[in-house]
């Protein structure tokens, strides 16, 4: 009987530890925040792309999300396609991406596994935004992963008006299984490559362009990584609510600016924009705004940026309206020293349903 009692007291301390290990590790998950979110796919425009298989991996090893797959896709960097329903428990963030992808251009698979700086994700989703949309503050709700035809590779988070790429990565070429893409023998490799390519070209002209062209290696990493400092600033206009609503950038970047900027963005080093929109407050009243969409030239504005950022000095991106010039519109970037006018923008005008109120203001360009 004693010896008996002897043998259990280990059994029982034995137990006792499993049960404050397994305890404690059930705390431990049960800590893990988890979000609302969904993953889906981008490609650039006239590049299309297909993804074969995609997961982010969950940052505790608890599981991973798909990346939807089996589509093509040419719609624009940072543009998303997909949207799959998933669990509304939510899930932990990820650490980590695997992914396989089919080039069109280049008859390429790509494959690829890429660490995803967690912290940056994290604060990012920490730190909610406002939404004009929603009037009220939000968080992002999902991950875009975006393949290009040279093997690259980003990842950027997104609500409604606000898209941030986190991570931009290459993949490795690897000789993959044409049934990954299609697996139907009767039809021809060739012809169905040729196919998806002339008609994600959208036009004659942009595929005599492409044919001209060929692949811009390296452009989508280049625009991942061209960042100044630079802030808008106003000339004789008004913007409605002071905030710039719509800026898309060249790195599929997309966001609102707030001017003067807020505390987030001052001396913060932003990508290169593409595409603003403006909403003109003319004269105080709502029924008198005029929206200006504002479409820079590629080569035009970044050799400004490139000009005048150099050794990260701080630019100035001014809007100049000049009334006494009939409502003469242009665009500067300036540095302490230099000036240079955006000449190549190009404008459109409209009001809200679609028609102009009056003539004086910007005039439309071709």
Request: negative net charge; charged residues 25%.
């Amino acid at each position: 009987m004693t010896r008996n009692k002897i043998l259990l007291k280990p059994l029982i301390y034995i137990m006792l530890l499993i049960g404050v290990i397994t305890q404690g590790i059930g705390l431990s998950m049960s800590s893990i925040t988890k979000y609302e979110y969904q993953a889906s796919e981008s490609a650039p425009l006239y590049f299309p792309m297909q993804i074969i298989s995609g997961a982010l991996y969950y940052h505790d090893g608890s599981g991973s999300l798909y990346v939807p797959n089996m589509t093509v896709f040419a719609g624009g960097w940072g543009d998303w396609r997909s949207s799959h329903v998933l669990d509304s428990d939510g899930s932990p963030l990820p650490n980590k991406l695997k992914l396989t992808f089919y080039s069109y251009m280049e008859d390429q698979f790509y494959q690829g596994e890429f660490e995803l700086p967690l912290e940056r994700i994290e604060a990012l989703f920490k730190n909610k935004h406002y939404s004009f949309v929603d009037e009220e503050e939000i968080t992002f709700d999902k991950f875009i992963v975006g393949t290009t035809p040279d093997g690259g590779v980003s990842v950027w988070l997104n609500a409604i008006e606000r898209r941030i790429e986190v991570f931009h990565g290459q993949a490795d070429k690897i000789q993959g299984d044409w049934k990954w893409v299609i697996d139907s023998p009767e039809v021809d490799r060739d012809d169905y490559i040729k196919e998806v390519i002339e008609y994600e070209q959208r036009s004659p002209e942009q595929l005599a362009f492409y044919n001209e062209n060929g692949i811009p290696y390296g452009k989508w990493k280049a625009y991942s990584k061209a960042r100044y400092i630079w802030k808008p600033v106003l000339n004789g206009i008004k913007f409605r609510d002071d905030v710039i609503k719509h800026i898309h950038y060249y790195n599929g970047e997309k966001d609102y600016l707030n001017i003067p900027l807020s505390d987030d963005y001052k001396g913060k080093a932003l990508a290169v924009p593409d595409e603003i929109n403006l909403i003109w407050n003319r004269t105080g009243y709502l029924i008198n705004d005029l929206s200006i969409d504002v479409f820079f030239d590629e080569v035009e504005i970044f050799s400004a940026f490139d000009v005048l950022g150099k050794d990260n000095k701080s630019i100035e991106m001014e809007f100049r309206m000049e009334p006494d010039k009939n409502y003469d519109f242009t665009i500067w970037l300036s540095n302490d020293k230099n000036s240079i006018e955006l000449k190549k923008t190009k404008i459109k005008t409209w009001k809200p349903g679609g028609m102009r109120y009056e003539n004086a203001g910007p005039k439309d360009t071709e």
